[in-house]
């Protein structure tokens, strides 16, 4: 849930602010956080689109009035 991925947010800034790291490693890490958030994006999304189909957006141009 959100709730989880802000305490998540929370304890690895705080674990990265409270280690020196290089800038690389940092990077890395950094990059493999945001994959991570965005693979569990992607899964809430189609669950919420299974249970609610018209959330999924429509393709193709809107219809002329």
Same mark, same amino acid.
């Given at each position: ?6 305490? %998540?947010?929370?304890?690895? #800034? =705080? ?5 020196? &790291? %290089? ?13 991570? =958030?965005?693979? #569990?994006?992607?899964?809430?999304? #189609? ?7 018209? &959330?999924?957006?429509?393709? %193709? ?5």
């Amino acid at each position: 849930t959100a709730y989880e991925i802000s305490l %998540g947010l929370v304890g690895s #800034e =705080m674990c990265i602010r409270d280690s020196v &790291l %290089g800038d690389a490693e940092l990077a890395s890490r950094l990059i493999a956080q945001a994959n991570g =958030m965005q693979s #569990e994006a992607d899964r809430l999304r #189609e669950e919420a689109y299974t249970l609610d189909p018209n &959330l999924k957006p429509k393709r %193709g141009r809107p219809k002329k009035s």
